[in-house]
């Protein structure tokens, strides 16, 4: 199984951090700064490697709520208690869901996806001669017009993730593209 390279997680704005962990886009660019989070590039994360490192960052946090001292930030005890109970709060949904199979890790569901599409690609193409058995009188040519057409249908498929950014975008528009 070969391994997936960091350019090829999908990479997301602040706000779709912020709103997935319940937290400021400024708190996002903090721990992005204090190199808790990776930064993809302006503005941008990475899925897998901000999900991963925001989670051990709250284990951390839990085990030691010391452990990330912040020197420019002064905040009340009060207002820093109930931060802490928010991301605890936070992490604990996390480990729920997970416990609870609601979410899995980017990493299995690309397999899986990646192991349905080898399957369904498999079928597709041997149809055209499963055809050809089935029904003696085909010709040749409809033959590979069908392998064609299959071909194209893969390749179509093959390049998928070309179209990932109209599908993030048509899904934080709750179905409706914005490039209308």
Known sequence: MTKKKASDDPTYPAKFFAGLFGITER?????AKDEIIPKAGRGRYPLTGTVQNYVRYL??????PDAFPTPDQVLDPTQEKARLDRERWIYQEFKTEIEKGNWAEVALLGFIVSK???AIAAQLEALPRKLK???PQLTATSVLMMEKEIAKT????????LS???WLDEWEHGGK???K
């Open 27 to 31: 708190r996002i660019q903090q721990l």
């Open 59 to 64: 284990q951390t946090l839990r085990a030691s």
């Open 116 to 118: 349905t599409g080898a």
């Open 133 to 135: 058995k089935l029904s």
């Open 154 to 161: 893969l390749n179509l498929a093959a390049d998928a993730h």
């Open 164 to 166: 990932m950014d109209d």
């Open 177 to 179: 593209s914005s490039t």
